[in-house]
């Protein structure tokens, strides 16, 4: 077996590498233990492509909170947008161009709907907008020096004219984690997070909002929020979360529903891995349509309810899937660049 170039992805693509893996052909597991035994360079690479064939791995060992704060004081002065440049797809502002027309009235009216937009493009200019595509995560640094990471299909914007002595707000469509820098100022400088449907409210904390599908949660990993709702006319809705908490908004059901929750389940996607604790498959589709944008066809539906619990590696898609399917023992099959299709093995 001549395999020195072997990368991570070419152990998961070669169809005999499971067979050391799980250990169900004798010859390949034999021709495999030899060839790693001459290629001792390879065994890291090797086992880390079998924890991404079984889609579970070993759980870390947890960093201690003094250890986390003192590396994030060093990293984010070293921080800037610009390192952000080629990852974030700031937001544009599209300059319309009219024709005269050859009436007045036809040429006055115009001449209003131009000032409206003109209006409209002016507030826009105003606000900094970010943009991640499909399957993207992006660090920002924010101008108090707050941290947020934007997962896939997600837009955050915020006052190009920010005051950090003043209140803080950001608007988010999609999912974001947040580590907020407690800042003095008027007002104790509230930092606030709009969606949709809800504001989270904090003064310094760290939790991940995510607002996919008309339905808004919010987990709490450290510090203290507050979370407020349009409720009925009488009675607005509100909620305040603390450390592990999560809390989830439907509008339909006009009540936010809390329980406690391991966070790092539900922040994992910012160290590059998904944590999975009895998930089930109709969930991991949700997460497939909306951040990497597939458009996902099943052919038995009751295999959605499957779960897996474990983690899984992310670093690209292709890795994601190949865990999934060995996972759940399931066919996933690229149909097109957009179409996925789920399918048992025969």
Known sequence: MNLPDYTLQDFLQDTTFPHWVYKTNPVEEQRWSAWLEANPDKKIVAQQAALMLIGISVVPTPIPDSQVQESWQRLKHR????????????????????QQWSKWAAAFILF?????LFYYATLKEKQQIYRTNYGETATLILPDSSMVVLNGNTTLRYPANWNSRESREVWLEGEAFFNVLKKPGKGNAKFTVHTPE?????LGTSFNVTNRRQKTRVVLNSGKVNLFAKGSAEEPLTETLKPGEMAELIPSKQ????RQVNPEVYS?????KLIFQATPLADIVTLLEENYGYQVQVTDRKILSRTITGE???DNVNTLLVA?????NLKFENKDQRTLR?????
């Open 112 to 116: 209003c709907l131009g000032g409206a």
């Open 79 to 98: 921080l800037a947008f610009q390192e952000n440049a080629e990852l974030l797809h700031p937001g544009k502002t599209t300059n319309r161009s009219y």
């Open 268 to 272: 994992s996607w910012t160290h590059k």
């Open 255 to 258: 009540k936010f529903t809390k």
């Open 198 to 202: 809800v504001n989270v409210q904090v």
């Open 312 to 314: 899984i590696y992310i």
């Open 342 to 346: 789920i399918t048992s093995p025969i």
């Open 324 to 328: 999934l399917s060995t996972s759940f």
